[in-house]
C-alpha cells in the first residue's frame, strides 16, 4: 500500500465523532439503599449480596465459612474465649451445654472442666456466656448464673456463698455511760475474694457523744459469730436505719471483735449491702478498665456499674478491696449494659459506659474513679456524667473499637461514638448508616440484643437479624473506604473470636459460630463457599442514565464490556437498561463469564515424548490477573444496570470495569412518553 495511504490512516482520529463510553471502574461507597436506583451515583450499589470491597472499592466475592475444628459436645454453643497463659500458651475455652470446655490444640481434642467438687455444669442454658482475661485468670459469667473463673486448668473456680453474720453486739465502755446525746447502729457483712454478704441486723447503742469523740479509753466494742470461709469482715455504722456506712474492716475469718474508737471515717459513697454478692456480681458484661475491672446489666442490679479493686484485688468486689460501685439514677430508664477503656475528646483516658433505654435512646456515660480523702482515709469514689446527645444500646455485643472510635447499634442507626474536627475536645455520637437506613429498619427490635459485632483487617462485621428472631445476616462495613455492604454475608453470627492458634507460625484466626452450631466457624480468604457448598453473590449497579444532566437523552449502544480481576469459576453477566422499544428491559441474553483456572507453559519433556500441553511437569504456572469480555447490544438506550451472579463453589472475582459504549441518538424522545391530558 503507498506510504499516503498509510499516512492517511494514521492520521484518522482513534474514535469517530460523538462516540461515547460511559464506565464504572470504582465502587468505594459500597451499597447505597437509601437513594432509589435511578438516583444512585456510579460510585454506588444498588445490590452487593455475598460481596466485599478489594482495596481500590471493586466489589469481590467475600471469604468463605468452615467448620474449625471438632465439636466439643453435642450441645449448642453458647460461648466461646481464648485464655493465655503467662508463657504465651494459648488455651481455647467453648461453652455449651452449661459447661466449660478446653482445648490446646486448636479445638482437635476437648477436655471438658468442673469446679473443685467435680460438678460440670455451671452455667443455665439459653445464655450467652462472655468472657474476660485479668489476674491470670479468664472470668466467664453470663448474666444469669454466678461467674466463673479458669485459671489454666482444668479445674473452675467458683465462689460459694457465705451467710450473713449473725449475733451482732455492741457494748459500750463506762467512759461513754453519761447524758445520751448520739445513738449509733452497728452492723456486719462477711467478704470474700469477690464480694460481700448482706449486712446484718444492726445492733444499738446509746453514748454520750459523737463519733469523732471516741478515743482509746471510751470507745464501743463489736463481737459477732464467725462466717465459715470469710476471709474478712466489714464494719458499717449510722445513726437511720438504712443509712449505716463503711467504716472499717477486720482480717481473718476467726476475727470476731472490733473496737470502734472514732479514728475512721464514715464513707457515705459506701452503705451497708442490702444483697449477697459472695459468689460474685450477675453481670452479663465485663470490662478491663485501666486497672479494675468494671461489670455491667447485672439482673439483680439493673442500674449499677460494679467496680473491682486495683492491683493484686483485681476481681474483688468487696468494699474492703477499695471497690465501688456506681448506680445510675435508680428508677429512670437507662440502665448500663456495656463498658469499655475509652477516652475523652481530649485523649484524656476514662471509662465508658453504654446504657439501655425502653424508647431505644439510651444513653452513653463516661468517668473516673476520684481519690477521696478525709484525714488518713482515702478511698475511691465514681465520677460519671453523661455524654450530651448520645445514644446507647441495648446490643452490647454491637459495641466494637473501630480504630480510633466505637461503632454500634441502636434503635434508631448505627452510630459512631468519636472525635469531630468542629468540636475541640468533645466526643459525638454520629449516625454512620444513613447510606442503608432501609436495611437498619428491617433489623427487629425484640431480637436486638444478640447482634454480634467484629473489626478485622479496616472491615466492622455486624450479625444482625433481618425480620428474624435471630442472627441471619451480616453487615459489612469498610471503614477505609466508608462503604457498606448490608448484605455481606447471608450468614449471622451469634459471636466472634480473634484467636491465635498454637502452632509454630501463631497463625490468627477469625472464629465465630452460628444459632445452634455445635462446632466452630471460621471465616477465612482461603475458604471457598460456605461448609464445603456454594453460596450465591449478586451483584447489581445502579440504573445509569447516558447523561445525568439530560436524563432523556438516548445513546445507540454498540457493546457492552467487562473487566474481571482473577476470575474462577462461572460467571454470569446480564445488562438491562430503558430501550427506546420497550421501556426497562433486558437487553441481551445473560452472557458467562468461564475463564481457566490457570494457564500452563509447555512441559519440560520433549515433544516426541509428551504432547505441549502435558502438566505433570510444565515449567510454569500462573493465574490470569485480568479477563476482558466485549459483547455486542445494538440497541438505542436511555439508562443502563449491570448485573452479576455467580453461584458455583469455585467462584469468585473482582469488577474491574462496567462500561458499554456507542454513539448518541438524535432520534428524540418515545412517543409515549408525550402526556395530552
Not at 474492716?249 to 454478692?277: C, F, H, L, M, R
Request: proline share 4%; net charge negative; hydrophobic share 35%.
Amino acid at each position: 500500500m503507498p506510504q499516503t495511504s498509510n499516512n492517511f490512516l494514521s492520521s484518522l482520529p482513534e474514535n469517530p465523532p460523538n462516540f461515547t463510553t460511559l464506565n464504572q471502574d470504582n465502587f468505594s461507597r459500597g451499597v447505597v439503599s437509601v437513594i432509589d436506583e435511578t438516583k444512585l451515583p456510579r460510585n454506588a450499589l444498588k445490590e452487593a449480596r455475598n460481596l466485599t470491597l478489594s482495596g481500590d472499592g471493586s466489589p469481590q466475592v467475600r471469604a468463605g465459612v468452615g467448620w474449625y475444628g471438632t465439636a466439643p459436645s453435642a450441645s449448642a454453643i453458647e460461648g466461646m474465649a481464648m485464655h493465655v497463659m503467662p508463657d504465651d500458651s494459648v488455651h481455647l475455652l467453648v461453652i455449651a451445654g452449661g459447661k466449660v470446655w478446653r482445648s490446646l490444640n486448636d479445638g482437635a481434642t476437648w477436655t471438658v472442666c468442673a469446679t473443685s467438687g467435680a460438678v460440670e455444669l455451671v452455667f443455665t442454658t439459653g445464655h450467652k456466656v462472655r468472657s474476660e482475661q485479668a489476674n491470670a485468670f479468664t472470668y466467664l459469667f453470663n448474666g444469669w448464673d454466678t461467674m466463673v473463673r479458669y485459671n489454666g486448668t482444668t479445674t473452675l473456680q467458683t465462689y460459694t456463698a457465705l451467710t450473713t453474720p449473725t449475733g451482732v453486739v455492741a457494748s459500750k465502755g463506762a467512759g461513754l455511760a453519761g447524758t445520751v446525746t448520739n445513738t449509733y447502729r452497728y452492723r456486719v457483712s462477711a467478704v470474700n475474694d469477690v464480694g460481700f454478704t448482706a449486712a446484718s441486723t444492726a445492733d444499738t447503742e446509746t453514748v454520750d457523744r459523737s463519733r469523732e469523740n471516741f478515743n482509746d479509753t471510751n470507745y464501743i466494742s463489736l463481737t459477732w459469730t464467725a462466717v465459715p470461709n470469710a476471709v474478712r469482715y466489714d464494719i458499717y455504722v449510722g445513726q437511720i436505719a438504712g443509712e449505716e456506712n463503711y467504716i472499717d474492716s477486720v482480717e481473718g475469718q476467726a476475727t470476731v471483735v472490733y473496737q470502734d474508737k472514732g479514728t475512721t471515717i464514715e464513707q457515705v459513697s459506701v452503705q451497708a449491702p442490702q444483697d449477697n454478692t459472695t459468689q460474685g456480681p450477675r453481670a452479663a458484661d465485663m470490662a478491663l478498665i485501666g486497672s479494675r475491672l468494671y461489670a455491667t446489666a447485672d439482673r439483680d442490679f439493673p442500674y449499677r456499674v460494679w467496680i473491682s479493686g486495683a492491683g493484686r484485688y483485681i476481681g474483688s468486689f468487696g468494699s474492703a478491696y477499695e471497690s465501688t460501685y456506681l448506680d445510675w439514677q435508680k428508677g429512670g430508664q437507662l440502665k448500663p449494659v456495656k463498658s469499655e477503656d475509652y477516652r475523652k475528646g481530649n485523649n484524656e483516658p476514662v471509662a465508658t459506659i453504654w446504657c439501655r433505654s425502653k424508647d431505644g435512646r439510651g444513653a452513653v456515660l463516661q468517668g473516673t474513679l476520684e481519690a477521696y480523702s478525709v484525714g488518713d482515709v482515702t478511698f475511691p469514689v465514681p465520677n460519671f456524667y453523661k455524654l450530651p446527645g448520645s445514644r446507647g444500646t441495648n446490643a452490647p455485643d454491637s459495641v466494637v473499637n473501630v480504630l480510633n472510635d466505637y461503632m454500634y447499634y441502636n434503635s434508631q442507626a448505627i452510630f459512631n461514638l468519636g472525635s469531630r474536627a468542629q468540636f475541640l475536645n468533645l466526643l459525638s455520637t454520629d449516625e454512620s448508616s444513613a447510606n442503608i437506613r432501609p436495611h437498619v429498619r428491617k433489623i427487629r427490635k425484640s431480637a436486638s440484643p444478640k447482634i454480634a459485632g467484629h473489626f478485622q483487617d479496616g472491615k466492622l462485621l455486624m450479625s444482625v437479624p433481618y425480620e428474624s428472631d435471630r442472627n441471619n445476616y451480616t453487615i459489612i462495613f469498610d471503614t477505609e473506604r466508608s462503604g457498606w455492604l448490608p448484605e455481606g454475608f447471608t450468614l449471622g453470627f451469634d459471636g466472634f473470636l480473634a484467636y491465635t492458634d498454637t502452632t509454630a507460625e501463631e497463625n490468627q484466626h477469625v472464629l465465630c459460630y452460628k444459632n445452634g452450631d455445635t462446632k466452630l466457624s471460621e471465616i477465612s480468604d482461603t475458604i471457598r463457599g460456605d461448609y464445603g457448598q456454594a453460596f450465591q453473590t449478586t451483584l447489581i449497579t445502579g440504573l445509569i442514565h447516558i447523561n445525568p444532566k439530560n436524563r432523556f437523552e438516548f445513546l445507540w449502544c454498540e457493546e457492552g464490556e467487562v473487566e474481571v480481576a482473577q476470575p474462577r469459576g462461572t460467571i454470569e453477566l446480564e445488562l438491562s437498561g430503558i430501550s427506546r422499544e420497550n421501556g426497562f428491559e433486558q437487553l441481551d441474553e445473560p452472557k458467562h463469564i468461564r475463564p481457566s483456572a490457570s494457564r500452563y507453559s509447555w512441559g519440560l519433556y520433549d515433544w516426541t515424548e509428551h504432547p505441549w500441553s502435558y502438566r505433570a511437569s510444565e515449567a510454569i504456572n500462573y493465574s490470569e490477573p485480568s479477563t476482558k469480555r466485549y459483547f455486542n447490544v445494538q440497541k438505542e438506550i436511555n439508562a443502563y444496570q449491570y448485573r452479576i451472579n455467580t453461584n458455583s463453589l469455585d467462584a469468585f472475582y473482582i469488577a474491574r470495569t462496567l462500561q458499554i459504549n456507542g454513539t448518541a441518538s438524535q432520534g428524540g424522545k418515545p412517543a409515549e412518553w408525550e402526556l395530552f391530558d
